[in-house]
């Protein structure tokens, strides 16, 4: 047995028995909808995309090419979100470190590192994950810029205050987030800039919706309500500075995907019900440490 063989049978020390359940799921997925759209250009995303979809590729009569279209406007799709939260994270420079927080497989870190030149650090409960996305960083040749730790983002180890900008991409619903939100403050210098784009229930439609819930069961997650997302932020010294809504951007990503046969995961029907009726929003918020 390897030690990275090793790494993904053994549970991080500081893990509760619920994150040890969410590393073995993440060790073991191999969803088409994150692999096959990463292998288009190797940057591989563990997440949703937004704005206006392509869609001419559905009308493509070659039901291959049609598959290898649909395909790739989604991946298009998700590396637009991917770039829309790098640039909320600016201005800056190479000299700069970044630290991504649930960084899956690595494509948010490495979007990052090439739109600003950066170093960045990448944590993920899945030893699995960690391995995979430090060799994409090894074969792009950025591995002195961009690595990756088998590490829990509450308690990273990293050093402290010495980041400029730090995120969460759709992985907040995993954790606590007053712990969450502490070790990105203790990590980010003063004036530092911390961006989340996750998914949140209404809290002015009431309680969560059973569509909500739904989605909490598919990924095994707990899904915040929105108010608790400013309320922490406001306790760990996290000011907002832009908050914008990306519910209508995000709708025509799960249009289409629901017609990508190869992709759906049986969950997309439930996120378009919780987008149409008001109980789920899709959120992007940038706050500066102080």
């Known amino acids: 047995m390897t030690p990275d063989t090793l790494a993904a049978t053994v549970a991080l020390p500081t893990q509760s028995l619920y994150q040890n359940r969410v590393a073995e799921y993440w060790n073991a997925e191999e969803n088409p909808v994150n692999l096959e759209l990463g292998r288009l250009d190797d940057l591989y995303h563990h997440h949703y995309g937004v704005g206006d979809a392509d869609w001419s590729v559905l009308d493509e009569p070659d039901p291959e090419l049609r598959k290898e279209r649909v395909t790739a406007e989604l991946h298009r799709l998700e590396h637009a979100q991917a770039e829309l939260l790098a640039a909320r994270l600016g201005p800056l420079t190479p000299s700069d470190r970044v630290f991504d927080a649930g960084c899956g497989r690595g494509g948010g870190s490495v979007t ?8 960045a650090d990448g944590v993920t409960i899945s030893a699995k994950q960690a391995e995979f996305a430090n060799e994409q960083v090894r074969r792009r040749g950025i591995d002195d810029k961009v690595r990756f730790h088998h590490r829990n983002m509450l308690d990273t180890g990293l050093e402290t205050g010495a980041y400029a900008a730090s995120w969460n991409n759709e992985s907040t619903m995993y954790v606590e987030l007053d712990l969450l939100f502490a070790e990105h403050a203790r990590l980010l210098r003063r004036g530092g800039r911390y961006v989340v784009i996750t998914g ?32 922490a932020l406001a306790r760990n010294r996290l000011v907002p500075v832009h908050v914008e809504d990306l519910t209508e951007v995000a709708i025509p990503y799960w249009e289409l995907r629901r017609q990508a046969d190869h992709l759906v995961t049986g969950i997309e029907e439930t996120f378009l019900a919780a987008y149409g009726n008001g109980s789920f929003q899709y959120l992007l918020i940038a706050a500066d440490r102080v």
């Open 112 to 119: 990052t590192h090439l739109r600003y030149g950066c170093r």
């Open 200 to 231: 949140c229930y209404n809290d002015t439609y009431g309680r969560a919706s059973r569509e909500v819930s739904l989605i909490n069961a598919h990924y095994i997650c707990d899904i915040h309500p929105r108010s608790a997302y400013f309320r």
